[in-house]
Structure formats: C-alpha cells, structure tokens
C-alpha cells in the first residue's frame, strides 16, 4: 500500500533532489536517484523517483498548480497561523512511498509511519514548504513543526504523535468551544472529544497530554462514568458519544470548566 504527503509550496521553485538525499542520510535513510523526469512541457508535473531499501520506491511529484482542497479543509491549533498563506501556495508537492502491503499490526503502521514523516521531512528540504499533510491527516502542518517531530521521532524511534494525530478545533456556543482528536483509532486508542469555556486556559495543553498517556499506556481503559483530572481535586467525568464528525464509532468526552 502507498504512503502518501503533500507539501505546500511558496513559490513554484522545483526539488533540488540533491538536498533530499542529503537530508534522508541525517535520519539514516539512504536515498538514490533512480529516475529524473526531462523538463516536462508547461504546466505539467515534474516528477522524481528515489529507490530505498527493500526495492522500494520515492515519487516526489511537483504540482505546478495550488492544492485544489486547502480551503475547505479542517484547522486546528497546530496548523500554521497564515491560512491565507496556504491556499495562497503557488504549487504543491506529492510524497508517495511505494511498498509491498504491509500487516496491519500496530507496531508496522507505527514504524511505517515514523520513515514516511522522516522521508516527507527529507523532502521538504529540497523545496520551500509552507504546510505539510501527512495521510491519512486531516490538516496541514507547520513545516518546522513537521521536520522536528519526524526528527525527534526517528532519534527516539517513537510515533511522531502531533503530526500523526490532528487535533482540529470548533465553536461549540459563544461560551464553549471543542477540539477532537483524529487518527488515535489508527493506533488502537479511541479518538478524544473536549470542550471548554473559550475563556479558560490549558485546553489544548490537556488534549495533548490526554494523547500521550492514552498512547503510552496502549492497556489502560477509561471506563464510561468515571473520572480523570489535571489535578487531585479535577474531576471530569468520561463520557462516550457520537463523533461529532458523524463518522466513526463512539469518542471519548471530556468537559473542562
């Protein structure tokens, strides 16, 4: 099954594939090129082909055109702050790792996910990136938050959990607003639904941290009716309903003062 990412580009400049492979080496990855595109006509797309280890293939593909769904698309507190930057974006990328189908146990999709940031992040060294998606997400990035959680990621050999897990945020009334996780089902964990009054503080904080332990400790359950807290006197208490999204099975809700 193919990897997939797409990088927003600022100006309609192409790869410099060298950069790439350089950048690949730093995380271990060793990149060569097996096929360079002729300068393709006008308004076509430039496309590169890198081989890695396990006869596998990197097509880098530039898009000389915006990204046609950046602005419909779903924001949240990691996204970059100038969205009119991005739908602004002259020309995008496309990152596609092609490999044999892989298991769907946890611990492949996990380690498949850590190379594809890290060889998404090899690219964006070969390019001016101004957002970065990394599937299935369902946002765009900042592009130096991207390239140091895939770095952090392949150092420790851990899951890069903010950009492979999106946080979007909405209005709930005037008074509250929500953030809902998206792809903690992809590792096993149900996603997170919290609201919180739009004058508190540390919503988002406790969202994170909500996604790091539940990650962490891939065992312990949250039973429906009890309760969870950032301090000995918090109690919130752990709810199951409906994604709001209308897709999905059942999220876990959690309502801050």
Known sequence: MPSLSFILNKDLETLDPQKVIREAATMGLELVIEKEDEKPAKDEPEVWSFGLAGERSLLVSHMPAPH???EHMATGPLSPDDMDELIAAPAHFIVILMAEEASNAETETEQGD????????????????????????????????????????????????????????????????????????????????????????????????????????????????????????????????????????????LDLS
């Open 114 to 253: 850590i190379e594809m940031a890290a060889l998404t992040s090899a690219v964006m060294a070969g390019c001016s990136p101004v957002g970065v998606l990394m599937m299935p997400g369902v946002l765009f990035h900042r592009p130096e938050l991207f390239a140091n959680a895939a770095k952090t990621a392949v150092a420790e050999n851990e899951l890069p959990m903010l950009i492979c897990v999106d946080v979007t945020g909405a209005m709930e009334s005037e008074q509250r607003v929500s953030f809902l996780t998206h792809n903690m089902q992809r590792y096993g964990r149900e996603e997170l639904y919290v609201t919180a009054s739009v004058e508190g503080e540390g919503a988002v904080g406790f969202v994170i941290d909500m996604m790091g332990w539940l990650l962490g400790d891939r065992e312990y359950k949250l039973p429906t009716g009890e309760t969870v807290g950032r301090t000995a006197e918090e109690k919130l208490k752990i709810q199951r309903v409906p994604n709001p999204t209308g897709e999905g099975p059942d999220v876990i809700k």
């Open 68 to 70: 046609p769904d950046v």
